[in-house]
DNA sequence: CAGCATCCTCCGCGATACTG
DNA sequence: CAGTATCGCGGAGGATGCTG
């Protein structure tokens, strides 16, 4: 893989110490690329092999299916399993902290689901004004 | 996929109706950014000014403090007051909107200062295993 | 089936300069 | 002070092709 390594840990110089915002920039930067969260959900709900979260999620590369699997793995989010039979069998799960991570997430899915499309409207709003 | 806006709410082909992905993955396209999340913590704390916020992150480019506060405004999470006085000052507070979402976020806060560092543990470890 | 490698495009974002 | 306008690079990520 490309050595492009630029690993949050750094938490260059915002000077926000009372949020603590280094660690959950890092948290976030892990989770809010643009498949991370869903695989992490899918896998909340049980194990899955390489290709049905492929089919679930439909519109993902392959590329991106492999790279965010392994990027949650090297976090130690998720684990993965490799069945030394052909064809090939790989399976997918949340680690503990995998799982503890998506509970903490609960709250902001619980959120987003009572507060349907509300964003959308505040932007449709917006827009609208603006035009 | 015809790429078009970035507008979210289009809510693709991903097949994931059980997580209802959409919302939520909207929702962090709006948070998951470089900037917002702190940006909307700063305001959780209090009212702050143009250039406060500037200042309370520092490495934050003028520019995208602009971008950041007009979308998190669009999307109804922030407010934004101009007082038309010399020179001028404008205020930016969280909407009760904002204000809830940083509620729902809170959770991921607390779990993210609770396990500080292991991610990057994990992280660690991998590398040194695969290096 | 479950990948890795390569190429290429698009746009996020920083740097810089100008304005009411 | 609080923006807007323009330019340019770097990297994220899609498409495609090859492998054990």
């Known amino acids: 893989m490309s050595p492009g390594h630029s690993e949050g840990t750094d938490c260059p110089s915002t000077k926000v110490e009372e949020t603590q915002a280094c660690e ?4 976030l930067d892990r989770l809010a690329d643009k498949w991370s ?3 992490v959900e899918l ?4 194990t899955h092999r390489f290709t049905e979260l ?7 590369s392959q590329r991106m299916l492999t790279l965010t699997l392994r990027r949650l793995e090297r976090d130690g989010l998720v684990h993965r399993t490799v069945h030394p039979v052909v064809p090939p069998r790989v399976d997918y799960e949340l680690t503990p902290l995998g799982a503890a991570l998506l509970d903490a997430v609960g709250p902001l899915v619980t959120w987003s689901r009572r507060h349907p499309g509300e964003i959308a ?3 449709a709003a917006y827009d609208e004004q603006v035009a």
């Open 24 to 27: 959950l920039r890092d948290l």
């Open 37 to 39: 969260l869903l695989v």
């Open 43 to 46: 896998l909340g709900e049980r």
């Open 54 to 60: 492929r089919r679930a999620i439909d519109d993902i």
């Open 121 to 123: 409207r505040a932007r």
